[in-house]
T-cell receptor, first 117, second 113 residues
Framework: DQQVKQNSPSLSVQEGRISILNCDYTNSMFDYFLWYKKYPAEGPTFLISISSIKDKNEDGRFTVFLNKSAKHLSLHIVPSQPGDSAVYFCAASAGEAGGTSYGKLTFGQGTILTVHP | EPEVTQTPSHQVTQMGQEVILRCVPISNHLYFYWYRQILGQKVEFLVSFYNNEISEKSEIFDDQFSVERPDGSNFTLKIRSTKLEDSAMYFC???????????FGPGTRLTVL
């Protein structure tokens, strides 16, 4: 199942710089997208989401951009902090479209972000 | 801040045994989910549950799996006869609505020997 893909297994950035994490999807029924952060031995922690009716959503240091025509979304973290080091998962849902999905999330493989002091 | 809790944190069992994984979702949430993550693989959807019945299930969720909300707070996943390939982290999640963000518990690591 490759409906959601995160092609970069890892990303390394310097503290204070921007981190850009990318995600591509293939299922045109997806209309709700989320980013989760995960530390080892913990469950995924919700960060930010975006509906397909928007192309940008911002929450503090985190901004998600959605390009529907390219079926691509990205998460920007500015400025990056060492505490941001974690695995970041992109997830998608076909919540409203067709009304047949009751919240099922399809996840990408994750990108390991390392922020160096 | 409200959170999803799961017990036990780690469960070791013999192949063929039954296991029950327990979850307490966030109290005002109405939708409940189970996901699993096999080591080195993606987080995979298993099942969603709303209004005391299964809303959707994946092909992984076969007759060996069942879910239940036995009271007003707990949400359980039962595996009737565990197989080696059931070894994984199992995450419970809950949300206010099916079009809202899902909040995940810390997970139960299931090891089948």
């Amino acid at each position: 199942d490759q409906q959601v893909k995160q092609n970069s297994p890892s990303l390394s950035v310097q503290e204070g710089r921007i981190s850009i994490l990318n995600c591509d999807y293939t299922n045109s029924m997806f209309d709700y997208f989320l980013w989760y952060k995960k530390y080892p031995a913990e469950g995924p922690t919700f960060l930010i989401s975006i509906s397909s009716i928007k192309d940008k959503n911002e929450d503090g240091r985190f901004t998600v951009f959605l390009n529907k025509s390219a079926k691509h979304l990205s998460l920007h973290i500015v400025p990056s902090q060492p505490g941001d080091s974690a695995v970041y998962f992109c997830a998608a849902s076909a919540g409203e479209a067709g009304g047949t999905s009751y919240g099922k999330l399809t996840f990408g493989q994750g990108t390991i972000l390392t922020v160096h002091p | 801040e409200p959170e999803v809790t799961q017990t036990p944190s780690h469960q070791v069992t013999q192949m063929g045994q039954e296991v029950i994984l327990r979850c307490v979702p966030i109290s005002n949430h109405l939708y409940f989910y189970w996901y699993r993550q096999i080591l080195g693989q993606k987080v995979e959807f298993l099942v969603s549950f709303y209004n005391n019945e299964i809303s959707e299930k994946s092909e992984i969720f076969d007759d060996q799996f069942s879910v239940e909300r036995p009271d007003g707070s707990n949400f359980t996943l039962k595996i009737r006869s565990t197989k080696l390939e059931d070894s994984a982290m199992y995450f419970c999640a809950s949300s206010e609505g099916h079009y809202n963000e899902q909040f995940f518990g810390p997970g139960t690591r299931l090891t089948v020997l």
